[in-house]
């Protein structure tokens, strides 16, 4: 988790201000002003004729089919949210496609568009279509701009003389454009290409994997997400070159904020480009290189999940990425509902700020709560290697907090809120804090080390700032010597493992044959156990484990462990032993199964 410092205070001006009223929208706002605005708001912008307009599609079936009468397929609105509330509602419950400028502008790449009709700093229109049926959200300004026809793909007029009238190239020439073609793309195209961002530790490009690529010809747009070698295709066939951008939602579920905040996802405008598709590499000068990086970092966190069984983090988290900023962190406030408070702390001044600060911080959970992300990432002066760390770092935190819950990690945030950072070990749920850490940190360099295939070093590599207390590198020692994966170390954190005894309990409990291993690790970085270990004054030769017996089985050795063992479907499971036979919790035999434990003499 680093410090959630960053955070926290973010979230206590927001809600300040909310519980005031002036200056709800401040820190909204001021994201959206960091934005670059390439042109002054009182600069006139070049547009484009709507060749999807209702009126002009009819002059085209008027011109060929008389009897035709449309009726409009979409309606081109706007939309003028007065608060972050409605911003949200429009992005996110309505799940609008939106855009930031009008949809006929002509916008060069990198482009921002200034609304010449609003105020700096005030909140802008938002454009797209809906169709003719859409329910508009109650209280919401919004202006339908135009009726469209928008016709199906390869729709035409049949002709009694002559080949067929195809409606979108006809409307297209009725005003004026040049229609793209060549022998390889007569007609619409679908567009297709390839985006990288730059590996600069690497020195490489490398492919931007599940992010969604937006291409629209005025009212008319398609999507579609790039692939794990960064090639998309867009679900729309386009007659003329759309304009292209990158939205950073990806398909693994999470999103990333950027230049508009805790208000939608980040966006990279490429510009216009050919019909056929438009391929981008984006390097370390671009604003979209933190995106991008980030969203990689997180692409493949998912995928080490979805591989190792590791619980992957809460759905549709949000990652709010700050450029300027160091700190990184997992508050995950928006999943807690639990309070947040004073947890301790001995310092009587700290007392008094920190509960009333975790007043606050329990009512940004029940009042602000889906405008606060799940993590916070800081790419100041970072490389893509450090990027990839801080995120696999965090998204650690998140997979954690998805198995222990809202109690849990509320007692976490109340910790570091307390100290200000890791504090010195002790205090109120110091352990709990310093395990969510052992697994943070260990996790994040061993994503990294396993990504540049670097080997993981004998020790654990890292100095922890304002936590040397904290001991990742026992984990570090169980992953080096393949005693425990990292996944037979997630199950062990379970929301009862507040503390150390409790961890080496449940990893004693959970693997048996490796406790000697086990308590190695946690002695050679300054943590003597008082836990026994399974079967305290017996020598085990053999373990039966961790299993679900369904059919019958025998289990033979001189002296034997049972544990975490259930027999059902009617199954007979026969233990014989030399000199011992132990069976401990859990065990679960089921009506109709057969347990025998025999003595082999």
């Known amino acids: 988790m680093n410090k959630t410092i960053l955070f926290l205070l973010l979230s206590c001006t927001v809600l300040y201000s909310c519980m005031k009223e002036p200056l709800v929208e401040d820190i909204m706002k001021q994201s959206a002003a960091e934005t670059p605005k390439t042109r002054s708001s009182g600069t006139e912008y070049e547009t484009m004729p709507n060749p999807y307009a209702l009126d002009v599609m009819q002059e085209v079936y008027d011109a060929y089919d008389g009897s035709t009468i449309l009726e409009p397929t979409d309606l081109y609105v706007r939309f003028l949210p007065q608060d972050s509330t409605q911003f949200r509602i429009l992005h996110y419950d309505y799940g609008l496609e939106l855009f930031d400028y009008p949809l006929d502008v002509v916008l060069e790449e990198g482009e921002t568009y200034v609304d010449p009709t609003i105020q700096e700093g005030d909140f802008s229109w938002l454009y797209t279509t809906v169709k003719p049926d859409f329910e508009f959200p109650?209280?919401?300004?919004?202006?339908?701009?135009?009726?469209?026809?928008i016709p199906e793909e390869g729709e035409s007029i049949d002709m009694t003389k002559g080949n067929p009238i195809d409606v979108e190239n006809a409307a297209f020439e009725r005003l004026g454009y040049a229609i793209e073609d060549s022998p390889d793309t007569k007609g619409a195209s679908v567009p297709q290409g390839t985006i990288r961002v730059y590996d600069d530790f690497a020195g490489n490009l490398v492919p931007v994997k599940g992010v969604k690529i937006?291409?629209?010809?005025?009212v008319k747009w398609g999507t579609g997400f790039t692939d794990e070698n960064g090639n998309y295709t867009i679900d729309k066939k386009f007659l003329i070159g759309p304009h292209y951008a990158i939205v950073f939602e990806n398909n693994k579920d999470f999103d990333i904020w950027g230049q508009y905040g805790p208000l939608a996802k980040a966006n990279h405008n490429m510009g216009w480009h050919r019909k056929t598709g438009h391929s981008e590499d984006i390097y370390t000068n671009s604003d979209a290189w933190k995106w991008a990086a980030v969203n990689n970092a997180a692409y493949e966190y998912y995928q080490m999940c979805e591989q190792t069984g590791i619980?992957?983090?809460?759905?549709?988290?949000?990652?709010?990425?700050?450029?300027?900023?160091?700190?990184?962190?997992?508050?995950?406030?928006r999943r807690i509902k639990d309070f947040i408070g004073y947890n301790g702390n001995i310092d009587p001044l700290n007392f008094f700020i920190n509960a009333g600060y975790g007043i606050h911080a329990t009512n940004i959970v029940k009042y602000l709560k889906f405008l606060l992300p799940d993590i916070t990432i800081g790419t100041s002066e970072a490389n893509y290697k450090t990027v990839y760390y801080r995120v696999n770092h965090e998204l650690s935190h998140a997979s954690h907090c998805s198995t222990?819950?809202?109690?849990?990690?509320?007692?976490?945030?109340?910790?570091?809120?307390?100290?200000?950072?890791?504090?010195?070990?002790?205090?109120?749920?110091?352990?709990?804090?310093?395990?969510?850490?052992?697994?943070?940190?260990?996790?994040?360099?061993?994503?990294?080390?396993?990504?540049?295939?670097?080997?993981?070093?004998?020790?654990?590599?890292?100095?922890?700032?304002?936590?040397?207390?904290?001991?990742?590198?026992?984990?570090?020692?169980l992953f080096r010597h393949n005693t425990l994966t990292p996944k037979q170390i997630y199950d062990c954190l379970i929301p009862e493992v507040e503390t150390y005894e409790a961890l080496v309990k449940e990893l004693y409990r959970l693997y048996p044959a490796k406790a000697d291993l086990i308590e190695q690790a946690f002695i050679d970085y300054g943590i003597t156990p008082n836990v026994n270990k399974p079967g305290s004054g017996i020598t085990y030769d053999t373990f039966f484990s961790n299993r679900a017996v369904t059919s019958s089985v025998s289990v033979m050795g001189n002296d034997i462990l049972v544990q975490n063992v259930t027999v059902s479907n009617g199954a007979t499971l026969t233990i014989t032993g030399t000199n011992s036979v132990t069976l401990d919790k859990p065990f679960n035999l089921e009506k109709g199964c057969t347990l025998e434990i025999l003595r082999d003499n």
Not at 140 to 149: F, G, K, V
Request: hydrophobic share 35%.
């Open 404 to 477: 222990v819950g809202s109690e849990f990690w509320a007692k976490y945030v109340s910790y570091i809120m307390t100290y200000g950072a890791y504090g010195n070990g002790n205090g109120k749920n110091a352990e709990l804090c310093g395990i969510g850490e052992m697994w943070g940190y260990s996790m994040g360099h061993l994503q990294e080390h396993n990504k540049y295939e670097d080997g993981i070093d004998e020790d654990y590599p890292y100095t922890i700032p304002d936590g040397a207390w904290i001991k990742p590198g026992i984990f570090w020692e």
């Open 311 to 333: 619980t992957k983090p809460p759905a549709g988290l949000k990652i709010w990425v700050f450029k300027d900023w160091g700190a990184s962190s997992a508050p995950m406030l």
């Open 138 to 149: 109650a209280g919401i300004q919004y202006e339908i701009l135009e009726e469209c026809y």
């Open 214 to 218: 937006r291409c629209h010809t005025i």
